[in-house]
């Protein structure tokens, strides 16, 4: 009896540490991992957060040249791409480019896995209502092109009666048909382009920036601009709201670039022109 009463005393006393070994789904508060993106530490803003940091964590696709893009090298590369690592240099952090497919980079913002966003995002009242923007580093217009033979159109209005090859889900579509043009649907710019030339259409409202790096790619290309809209879509780096000290130092490297001709290097190498306005 009594050897019996030990052995239940034995049993008894192990129960406790088994019961907690049958707990290993669950981390012990002291050793989870940390949320991505965590906040800056109490006290630092969001710029003093960066620099203790030593980085700026920006997200980009690294897809879509000429402004972010890969290289024959595999490098990074492209205007975007420059134009954020020169505005890192003047902050004195090291640039960290997260890439990211454009339908997650949004998303990822939200996750607090970039500090900013430089991927061409176009400045809209809807996106303003979650997210801030640095002052613009590009401005794209719409542009009217024609073959370089072509003397009949030299602007707009001359596109009554005339064949335009456009994208319908392109707002630039809307330029040809109120200006008289008959639509020709393309599936983007480079078949606009390819119809230009060929003949089968006389003209395309269209991207300036995609004109501009056209020409600097192939400027033996048959084709010319010949008018432009008045205003353009601006385009500018992207913030979490609540960031206000980091958008504006943002926004101080951006005018410095502009003033002491760094952007216009820039620009000229990607455009062959001055894309800031």
């Known amino acids: 009896m009594k050897k019996l009463s030990l052995t239940i005393l034995l049993l008894l ?12 789904n669950t981390a012990p508060a002291a050793t989870a991992a940390p949320t991505e993106g965590a906040a800056a ?4 803003n969001s710029l003093e ?5 030593g980085k700026l964590r920006i997200g980009t696709e690294g897809t879509y040249a000429p402004f972010t893009f890969h290289d024959a090298e595999g490098k990074l590369t492209g205007f975007d791409v420059e134009i954020a690592k020169e505005i890192t240099k003047r902050l004195g952090v090291e640039p960290e480019f997260i890439e990211t497919q454009w339908d997650g980079l949004f998303a990822g913002m939200d996750a607090k896995r970039f500090d900013t966003i430089f991927n061409e995002v176009s400045i809209t009242d809807e996106r303003k209502v979650k997210y801030d923007f640095s002052e613009p580093y590009i401005v794209s217009k719409g542009v009217l092109i024609v073959r370089e033979d072509n003397q009949n159109i030299t602007a707009f209005a001359d596109l009554k009666g005339k064949k335009a090859g456009q994208s319908l889900t392109s707002n630039l579509s809307d330029i040809a048909r109120e ?4 639509i020709v649907a393309v599936d983007g710019f480079n ?5 230009l030339t060929s003949g089968r259409i006389d003209a395309t409202v269209n991207d300036g ?3 501009l790096d056209l020409k600097k790619q192939k400027p033996d290309a048959k084709i010319k601009q010949v ?4 205003e353009g879509s601006k385009s500018a780096a992207v913030f979490l709201k609540g960031n206000e000290e980091l958008v504006n130092a943002v926004s101080d490297a951006l005018a410095e670039m502009k003033s002491d001709g760094t952007y216009l290097k820039i620009s000229e190498k990607y455009f062959g022109a001055d894309v800031s306005k």
């Open 13 to 24: 006393t192990l129960l406790p540490a088994g019961a907690c070994g049958n707990n290993n």
């Open 179 to 182: 200006n008289g043009a008959e």
């Open 41 to 44: 530490p109490a006290g630092q």
């Open 49 to 53: 957060a960066v620099k203790a940091s």
């Open 191 to 195: 078949q606009a382009i390819d119809l």
């Open 227 to 230: 008018d432009e809209t008045a």
């Open 209 to 211: 920036l995609s004109y």
